[in-house]
């Protein structure tokens, strides 16, 4: 089977965009009101131990994904079951992610038209890209990742003339209780996310960094989303930034520089169509690679067109509205992804590195 490796500098581009991905659109830990940039910090932190312990089994495991790993530590039968786990997992977080391309489309842009038509057309390009492979999207995510942070940085640049620095004022005003389920919200949304990269990457010896990759990729992730929501809080003020279901878009739709230079909301758009591309796409490759390993099929390719016409499918159905979908985001979501961002990974660690202890007795003995 051909083993894709990319080099460290196109898997943190595929990083970064994965993690802007959806965040840059529905905004991230502002139910912490003017704190969210403290938030957003403390959570980036907090994430770092999770970041080293999934680089760290990648370093433990060359040339192997999660899902091959899985099988070496716990045999063929646990092996699959938790692979199927991952499955399950990255599956629905496309599945999400597509919504959530959905539903801004829609209401945005084209509330008259039907729900599987923005749908299918982000379904087919991230199918076609599945299918060319982690180098193809890779290459092109160094490339694009350039032209979206010059599209965020004018428009923030832009957006400043009406920023009003009382808006993040006072500091921790919202209390210690809400700056930590907003710093739960935040891991676990976008951050530990990037657990779905150990189930696409294989490392190179030569060519990767994994702890280098992962670091990379979330802290510039982590300053472009920082940027955006304190952007979002000084142009909307945290009232409104809360009360509204796209804060970026919102904040965009302000712009007006002398009745000369305003409506630039496609900006916004093209910034998310072309991240949220990337974190569907991977999301959609993992499920493809965990169905793979798990039947033994010799090659993920050949299953990627049905399996991304069950996730458009399924889409369809995983929300009845933008409501629905708001509230599981930003209430439910941090719960259900906890066992596979935290638990499962801390488990595979330790179980990984007492392998490798044993190994290492084993060559002195």
């Known amino acids: 089977m051909n083993k894709e490796v990319i080099p460290n500098r196109q898997a943190g581009a595929v990083m970064t965009m994965f993690l802007m991905g959806s965040t840059l659109i529905l905004g991230v830990g502002f139910r912490a009101g003017q704190d969210v940039w403290l938030v957003i910090i403390i959570a980036g932190a907090a994430v770092a131990p999770f970041l080293a312990i999934y680089a760290r ?14 099988n070496t530590l716990f045999g063929p039968v646990a092996g699959r079951v938790l692979s199927l786990l991952y499955i399950w997992y990255a599956f629905s977080l496309g599945a999400m992610v597509m919504r959530n391309f959905q539903e801004f489309i829609n209401i945005v842009s084209f509330p008259e038209t039907p729900i599987f038509v923005p749908i299918m057309m982000m379904g087919l390009v991230c199918i076609w890209a599945v299918k060319e492979g982690i180098e193809v999207l890779g290459r092109w995510s160094q490339l694009m990742f350039i032209f979206l942070v010059v599209i965020i940085a004018v428009v923030i640049a832009l957006s400043m003339e009406d920023a009003d620095i009382d808006n993040m004022r006072p500091v921790a005003y919202s209390g210690f209780g809400a700056i930590m389920r907003s710093t739960f919200n935040v891991f676990s949304f976008p951050m530990a996310e990037t657990v779905l990269f150990m189930t696409v990457l294989r490392m190179d010896r030569e060519r990767n960094n994994p702890h280098y990759i992962f670091f990379m990729g979330v802290l510039i992730g982590l300053i472009v989303i920082l940027m955006v929501s ?17 804060p970026p878009y919102v904040a965009v739709t302000i712009i007006n520089i002398g009745n000369f230079l305003q409506r630039i909301e496609v900006t916004v758009s093209v910034v998310f169509l072309f991240s949220g591309f990337v974190k569907i796409s991977i999301c959609l490759m993992s499920a493809c690679m965990g169905i793979d390993n798990l039947l033994g099929l010799g090659g993920y390719r050949q299953i990627v067109a049905p399996v991304g016409l069950l996730l458009m499918i399924t889409t369809c159905f995983i929300y ?23 638990v499962l990974p801390v488990a595979v660690w330790i179980a990984a590195e007492v392998r490798a202890r044993r190994a290492l007795n084993a060559s002195e003995s």
């Open 230 to 246: 304190v952007r979002n809080l000084l142009v909307l003020g945290a009232d409104l930034t809360e009360n509204v279901y796209f």
């Open 320 to 342: 009845k509205n933008i409501m629905e979908m708001s509230d599981f985001a930003f209430n439910v979501y941090s719960y259900y992804a906890f066992p596979f961002q935290v």
């Open 57 to 70: 089994i990648l370093a433990l495991f060359p040339e192997q994904n999660l899902y091959q790993i899985l």
